[in-house]
């Protein structure tokens, strides 16, 4: 079962990565936006809140297919 997982996971690993990518980099694409509005300082504090978070989303995401990506070259 576990020959049947190994060869199913580049497909997974890539729809993973696009799954999570996608809306991760929309977010912070209308947040950069959001910064060239004129925002009072509580907003601006939002806005790096969200900032900050989506950021740390990307680099989890990229941490996850490093180590999903790894263990599939190692399986092979």
């Known amino acids: 079962m576990l ?12 729809q993973i990565s696009h799954e999570l990518r996608i809306p991760i980099t929309g977010i912070v ?6 910064e060239e509005t004129p925002l ?3 907003q601006q504090s ?3 809140v969200i900032l900050a978070s989506a950021n740390r989303l990307l680099s989890l ?3 996850l297919y490093a180590l ?3 263990n ?4 092979q």
Do not use: D, R
């Open 29 to 34: 694409g209308m947040a950069h936006f959001l």
């Open 72 to 75: 599939q070259n190692n399986a």
């Open 46 to 48: 939002y806005l790096q």
């Open 3 to 14: 020959n049947n997982v190994t060869a199913y996971q580049p497909s997974v690993i890539s």
């Open 61 to 63: 995401e990229n941490k």
């Open 68 to 70: 999903l990506k790894g």
């Open 40 to 42: 009072n300082s509580e």
